[in-house]
């Protein structure tokens, strides 16, 4: 109730990145395509400094199943204006997980969405905005094991490869952020696909585990970025309530306008 009232539960010190305004988004799409249903696009970005209030907004796509968005531009730009509300300035640096994109949809989505993302910059004249841009999967069939052998355990919350079983023609990691209560833990996978930031890559793995942290729904942490969490249960909310035949209801948009709340969780 806090959190859906714009309070702040708990936060995690020390986040990386942060001596700048740097606003860190999650994108993700709600399907359901034997039902019939539009499918919707949710968007969060971070307000403050400890990446603990978020404005969200979403949109219903134009046909069913549809991943690619045309409307992140749009979506973007409102985002960067309530940063600059919140804080008296625009971020200059954006951090972006996108959550629901397999490999073989990468170029085909992600990278128009990274030039939507640009045109966003550009029209509000923010050509000196770095941004990352990493790609969220946690559909991976990568095990990673702890202990000697001949006596295998799961790896500790936190433990991070990015070298040796990565693609080493890809900037990627896996990172293990849950404790498994039964059977075997399963990393999940991000991979880095623009970036002008130029961070070294401890960095980013170090924010992406600390934000496991923040979803306001688990006292511990979760399998991705809270900031994704959120975008996926905005567009399950929305998209849940269409049907065949009738549209999914719209948020109010006095949201998008009023003090960062998690109205939805």
């Not at 973007?76 to 490999?103: H, L, T, W």
């Not at 000697?148 to 023609?169: C, E």
Request: with cysteine; hydrophobic share 35%.
């Amino acid at each position: 109730m806090c959190a859906k009232l714009g309070g702040i539960p708990w936060a995690v010190d020390n986040l990386p990145f942060m001596d700048k305004p740097t606003m860190i988004c999650g994108l993700d799409v709600f399907h359901a395509t034997n039902l019939g249903k539009k499918s919707v696009l949710a968007l969060s970005a971070s307000m403050n400094n400890s990446a603990t209030t978020y404005w969200s907004t979403s949109v219903v796509q134009d046909d069913v199943g549809q991943e690619a968005s045309n409307s992140l531009c749009t979506g973007m730009a409102s985002a960067c204006e309530a940063f600059k509300r919140a804080n008296g300035a625009y971020p200059a640096q954006i951090i972006f997980y996108r959550d629901g994109v397999g490999e073989g949809q990468v170029e085909g989505v992600c990278r128009a969405e990274i030039n939507q993302i640009k045109q966003a910059l550009s029209g509000l004249s923010l050509a000196d905005t770095k941004l990352m841009y990493i790609n969220t999967s946690k559909r991976v069939n990568t095990r990673l094991f702890a202990g000697d052998v001949g006596r295998y355990q799961n790896p500790l919350p936190g433990t991070v490869v990015d070298a040796a079983i990565t693609d080493k023609d890809v900037y990627e990691f896996y990172l293990v952020s849950v404790a498994a209560k039964q059977g075997m833990s399963t990393p999940t996978r991000y991979t880095v696909i623009y970036d002008t930031i130029g961070a070294s890559p401890h960095l980013i793995e170090s924010l992406t585990y600390k934000l496991c942290f923040t979803y306001y729904n688990v006292s511990g942490a979760i399998k991705e970025p809270s900031v994704i969490r959120y975008a996926h249960r905005l567009a399950a909310l929305v998209g849940e309530r269409g049907g065949r035949g009738h549209e999914p209801p719209q948020p109010h948009p006095g949201f998008e306008q009023k003090d960062p709340c998690l109205y939805f969780i």
